[in-house]
């Protein structure tokens, strides 16, 4: 009545022990992530968010015609808008792939199955990067290619086109690895949520408020330093107005590092702390 | 088989597991008991290396968990029946956590058969009432096949009829040679499944015993007496030799003693009585007394060592006499 799998004596299981790596933690994450609402909802909205605002921003500039006044920039610069907001929902699912493991009690389960720590953070942020990439890089080509095609403007050259989609891409999946990190440490989904949203925010509404002279150099590193700074950096420079903050391919590389160091720190404190 | 060896887990100043020293041994189903609070589930977490200790090692077949390669084909575990994800169906639970281990997917489909959730096995696990949660959390622990079953307090929020279930599910599991560690804070659950018992308090060890010694120890069997001729039949019983006891609510109670015996001792004397009937103290009881006052019993490694429960053979300290004497004066 137990299991078809009945021996007399001492119990040897007849499913033999192979010894699982890393790709049988990939794949548990992947059918994870997959069978969650969360990840439909979250990512849904994105590319909603990034079609809908950058296609509607473009319509707009479109419309103006020559007074668009776009300048030697390219119309890539527009994508912006529609990955800002994407993002957020990015670091949403992001916090939601580790912290809801901690809210459900699923983490105790998890670790169980797979002991290792160092593993079931490496397979979730492995399988939570790509996937994120994909997506944005895939939509946010796609955005890039109708924007272009929409409006007058210089052509762009192929660094450009790479970087409106690779390399949009590759930030917006580290700041959801940043977010992964920060849900792992502090193991609440809506604590890491707001505590995302509020480094992501807080340096430029912090900024606008600084009208004292004293603070101008900290007004201006925050200026050109925020996420969203960055972010339309590196559309290039043109985009962001003359910033001399990171540009281009910087930001990508800043947020890749600090992803890094942040998924470092998660791994400690989840080795370290009783579940 | 798995081997604590001084357990110990501190919380800031509080000391949830106190030096616990233990083994559990295959083919049997062990019981783990003791009251809320005592320790069971901490103890239980540090095993699947869920807590860290603050000292001593739990070794599972001679290894850390930590070491153990596919640990689901090795032990598998029920902590709590909530520990899945809400969102995701029972089928879908169970899945990332057999590709996790190499288990072949037909197993999933297998074990939710088990335990009878193949007709809900799509259906997201956070509509689940207490006793499927459960079955689910047994699916997983089963996913494996392990040689190790943990099971902590497995009969909360089952039915009848699968508080039934269960229990020949783990005197099946314990038959094929599996070892079975499941935990409660009920002893007559555990006596009705367990084959071997441990039993903690305030985190420490009070009882590592066969079901059978605890019982024969711990379960003091009486004979109750009611008459109206009560001092006649006080003294008439305390001269045979018999220890006598008398309640507050008027009746006497005679340990060691058949109610034969007390029968025809009562015709000899020509007492009348109004009740005569054989009594036996709960293994509850038993189980209370034992964990009520922890600090009374010290930490021991087998049964022998246990105070001897109260009776005729209890050591000529003048405990016969006085068992019965202060009682006597409150009537």
Known sequence: ?275 | MIELEGLTKHFGSKVAVDHLSFKVRPGVVTGFLGPNGAGKSTTMRMMLDLDNPTSGTVRIDGRHYRELEEPLKYIGALLDAKAMHGGRSAYNNLLCLAQANRIPRSRVAEVLDVVGLTPVARKKSKGFSMGMGQRLGIASALLGDPEILMFDEPVNGLDPEGIHWIRNLMKALAQEGRTIFVSSHLMSEMALTADHLIVIGQGKLLADTSMADFIQQNSRSYVRLRSPQQEELRDAVHRAGMTVVETDNGTLEVDGASTEQLGELAAEHRIVLHELSAQRASLEEAFMQMTAGSVEYHAHSTGAGAPPPPGPEAPPSGHGAPQWAPRKEGA
């Open chain 1, 1 to 275: 009545m137990t299991t078809p799998y009945q021996q007399p004596g001492s119990y040897a299981s007849p499913i033999p022990v192979r010894g699982a790596s890393l790709g049988d933690a990939l794949l548990s994450e992947w059918t994870k992530i997959r069978s969650v609402r969360s990840t439909m909802w979250t990512l849904g909205v994105m590319i909603v968010l990034m079609l809908g605002i950058g296609l509607g921003v473009a319509a707009l500039v479109s419309a103006a015609g020559e007074s668009a006044g776009l300048g030697d920039s390219s119309a890539l610069g527009m994508g912006f808008f529609g990955v800002l907001p994407g993002s957020i929902c990015v670091m949403t699912l992001g916090v939601l792939t580790i912290a809801s493991e901690y809210s459900t009690g699923m983490i105790r389960t998890t670790l169980t199955a797979c002991p290792s720590r160092g593993r079931v953070l490496a397979a979730k942020a492995a399988v939570f990067f790509l996937l994120v990439l994909t997506i944005t890089t895939l939509v946010a080509g796609l955005v890039a290619v109708i924007q272009n095609a929409m409006v007058e403007a210089v052509e762009p050259t192929g660094d450009e086109w790479l970087r409106a989609s690779v390399g949009v891409g590759l930030y917006t999946a580290s700041l959801g690895l940043l977010s992964l990190a920060v849900g792992a440490m502090i193991r609440h989904s809506a604590g890491a949520i707001t505590t995302m949203i509020g480094v992501m925010l807080l340096p430029l509404v912090a900024a606008m408020f600084m009208f004292s002279e004293s603070l101008q150099d900290l007004q201006k590193f925050l200026l050109e330093w925020a996420i969203p700074s960055q972010l339309i950096g590196i559309y290039g420079e043109a985009a962001s107005g003359g910033s001399s903050g990171p540009l281009g391919w910087e930001p990508v590389w800043i947020m890749l590092g600090l992803s890094v160091v942040a998924l470092g720190g998660a791994y400690a404190t989840m080795s370290s702390r009783d579940v």
